[in-house]
């Protein structure tokens, strides 16, 4: 079990963040789900959290049966990982924050605004899936490791000098610090004190290769100390102190105070990707264990010890979330099919020469 965070209140927390990032991991719940100490979420926090844990876990699993039904293309799994996802996203306003996700944040996703059948067309690579409804300001899912970095950076300078005092969070995995887009992205949000929050789900492996082979800091949130931004390690199964440590961040970020490094510590119970064989190179006794740390039913444990949560309640979240899932299955079954030219058409917001003749060759105009 992580060492708890202890801290007293939130100037202390703020000021102690880089300097104890080292030793020290933010946690609110055991294992099994019970408080350490008092939480500092409302009831009706804890029970919104829970639902969109419990959502996020439903899309996840329904989209790996579609796409082993060939309905969806190759889809990467976030189980396991929910929390880390879900606190960060449960901390912004969707039309007034940005999200730049990785490829792994459907929950994040999700719980930030994006419809599901949009969800649904972007992972079936159809073009009507591609972007956001306006009143959601997030961007597309990144497939290159680590570029969002930086220009979730200029996003989030942008805001700052727009006036507004919107902040922007971005993830990236473990193994995605180690490409150099993290650190040039890092330095520029810190040397213009940036509203940026840097997400890192550290669940232990980039595709096949473990972290201890990446990197010689013991963790990655001491980065932080060398731009000189606050580094913070979090249990990144436990909703509770993820959805804490992101919202002290994000007021410090509309305070002016610049970004924060959060390293949320969790694992992939999931392939890599739906083609990927996570046997060939770990270990499924490790897997099990992390499995008992699950983060859904640690929430859901915390709910049942503070008397919110029940059987009867489980079973209509459960059919509220299949009724959801079928109608937005529904919506997205209804897109018409795309067309060839479609896939050049959103690249730039004015086509350039090379791109105006594969769009007019596509159309057969040439």
Request: with cysteine.
């Amino acid at each position: 079990m992580h060492s708890q965070f202890r801290i007293t209140n939130k100037a202390h927390m703020a000021r102690g963040w880089a300097k104890l990032s080292n030793v020290d991991t933010v946690q609110y719940l055991d294992d099994q789900g019970k408080p350490l100490r008092e939480i500092p979420l409302s009831n009706e926090e804890l029970l919104k959290g829970y639902r969109a844990l419990r959502r996020a876990r439903y899309f996840d699993e329904r989209a790996v049966l579609l796409q082993r039904q060939g309905r969806l293309g190759v889809y990467p799994p976030f189980r396991g990982q929910e929390a880390a996802q879900v606190g960060v996203a449960l901390c912004l306003k969707a039309d007034h924050d940005w999200l730049l996700p990785s490829y792994r944040e459907s929950a994040a996703a999700l719980t930030f605004g994006m419809p599901i059948h949009k969800l649904i067309l972007s992972w079936r690579a159809d073009p009507a899936g591609w972007g956001a409804p306006p009143d959601v300001n997030m961007v597309q899912f990144y497939i290159p490791i680590a570029t969002q970095i930086p220009q979730a950076a200029g996003v989030a300078h942008a805001q700052r000098l727009l006036g507004k005092d919107a902040v922007a969070a971005v993830f990236i995995g473990d193994g995605g610090t180690s490409e150099g887009d993290f650190h040039e992205g890092l330095n520029f949000a810190s040397v213009f004190e940036a509203p940026l929050l840097v997400v890192v789900q550290n669940n232990g492996w980039a595709i096949s290769v473990p972290t201890h082979k990446q990197m010689k800091v013991k963790r990655i949130a001491q980065r932080a100390q060398g731009y000189g931004i606050p580094g913070v390690v979090v249990d990144g199964n436990d909703l509770v102190a993820v959805w804490s440590v992101a919202k002290e961040a994000v007021e410090r970020a509309r305070r002016g105070e610049g970004p924060t490094l959060i390293e949320a510590l969790t694992y992939r119970i999931a392939p890599h990707t739906t083609s990927d064989d996570p046997s060939r190179y770990r270990s499924e006794e490790a897997t099990r264990e992390w499995e008992k740390r699950d983060p859904i039913l640690r929430m859901r444990n915390c709910l049942v010890h503070l008397g919110l949560w029940g059987e009867e309640a489980e079973a209509q979240l459960t059919e509220a979330l299949e009724r959801e899932f079928e109608a937005e299955l529904a919506l997205a079954d209804q897109a018409r099919e795309p067309k060839p030219w479609e896939i050049v058409e959103q690249v730039y917001a004015e086509m350039q020469r090379d791109q105006k003749a594969a769009w007019s060759y596509l159309r057969g105009e040439a």
